[in-house]
């Protein structure tokens, strides 16, 4: 059953950068069959995008976070990872990985992390 | 960028009768190969979401028949035919075009029981 796990800070001081790791257990990161994605929750409020990777290291961003975002993957760690420059408190949030699938015919989030909150604070 | 606006924002049902949540898009989400990539996912109570619809209309492995979904082009709606206790939570739709990748949700519908 495949699992996946963020880690990192809780928290992070205003405009400083915002980084986080996603662990895949129970498969391989380097299937050729999915994308993987990062998603935030900011408290009380809906689901964001920040952004998605394929193992081949191809991104595809948000554009609303574009110039802020980076993600990246280590396939030697069956991880990847977020990080998210010039923080502010606009950016304290839950933050979730998850997995792209084929899901009919095309790619929809089917396994979610459990979430980390990031709070940003001085 | 489409924006994906849900209403009502709560709703409040009694188990056994039906709820209904509807979702429009600032767009059409009909996409130039003939399929439409609308999904509804719910977040229980302290878990992570979790895909109930994909395409508009079908199921995802596991959910129960009572979700149903419909609607085209910028209307779409998810219809629980008789609410259960289990059914609590946040309903979210979601646009999603892959090439390239955009996804976006709505605000969120909480349901809850009365």
């Known amino acids: 059953q495949l699992q996946l796990q963020e880690s990192g800070p809780g928290l992070v001081k205003p405009s400083e950068t915002l980084s986080l790791t996603c662990t895949v257990s129970?498969?391989?990161?380097?299937?050729?069959?999915?994308?993987w994605g990062w998603i935030r929750q900011p408290p009380g409020k809906g689901l964001e995008w920040i952004g998605s990777i394929y193992y081949s290291g191809s991104t595809y961003y948000n554009p609303s976070l574009k110039s802020r975002v980076t993600i990246s993957v280590d396939t030697s760690k069956n991880q990847f990872s977020l990080k998210l420059s010039s923080v502010t408190a606009a950016d304290t949030a839950v933050y979730y990985c998850a997995r792209l699938v084929v899901i009919g015919s095309s790619y929809a989030f089917d396994i979610w992390g459990q979430g980390t909150m990031v709070t940003v604070s001085s | 960028d489409i924006v994906m606006t849900q209403t009502p924002l709560s709703l409040s049902v009694t188990p056994g009768q039906p709820a209904s949540i509807s979702c429009k898009s600032s767009?059409?989400?009909?996409?130039?190969?003939?399929?439409?990539?609308l999904y509804w996912y719910l977040q229980k109570p302290g878990q992570s979401p979790q895909l109930l619809i994909y395409e508009v209309s079908s199921r995802f492995s596991g959910v129960p028949d009572r979700f149903s979904g419909s609607g085209s082009g910028t209307d779409f709606t998810l219809k629980i035919s008789r609410v259960e206790a289990e059914d609590v939570g946040v309903y979210y739709c979601m646009q999603g075009i892959h090439l390239p990748p955009a996804y976006t949700f709505g605000q969120g519908t909480k349901l809850e029981i009365k």
């Open positions: 129970g498969g391989s990161i380097s299937s050729s069959s999915y994308y």
């Open positions: 767009q059409s989400l009909l996409h130039s190969d003939g399929k439409t990539y």
